[in-house]
């Protein structure tokens, strides 16, 4: 299924297009993928048991590769932050 990249101001003016679709989108800041929204119509119990089998592979991935989620998401803040200060748009939360 093909994704399709929408800015992040059309995706809030456009969401419940958005919701009502089935296409997985990709949500942009500034020509940068920030997020994916994928809209999810009735889950049946076979989608629910596919996204926990793949949610174990991800898992078991990870620990193969002995990666840190907590700290991937520390880099992560800590990126942002960077980019909204190098942008003037610092936010404090």
Request: glycine share 6%; no cysteine.
């Amino acid at each position: 299924m093909e994704t399709t990249k929408v800015g992040i101001r059309e995706f809030r003016a456009d969401l419940a297009e958005y919701i009502a679709s089935n296409t997985p989108v990709a949500v942009t800041r500034h020509g940068q993928t920030v997020g994916y929204f994928i809209p999810v119509h009735g889950q049946d119990d076979a989608d629910v048991a596919s996204l926990k089998k793949a949610s174990k592979v991800l898992d078991q991935l990870l620990a193969a590769k002995s990666v840190d989620v907590e700290e991937v998401v520390a880099e992560f803040k800590t990126a942002r932050k960077q980019g909204a200060a190098a942008s003037g748009k610092s936010k404090t939360r």
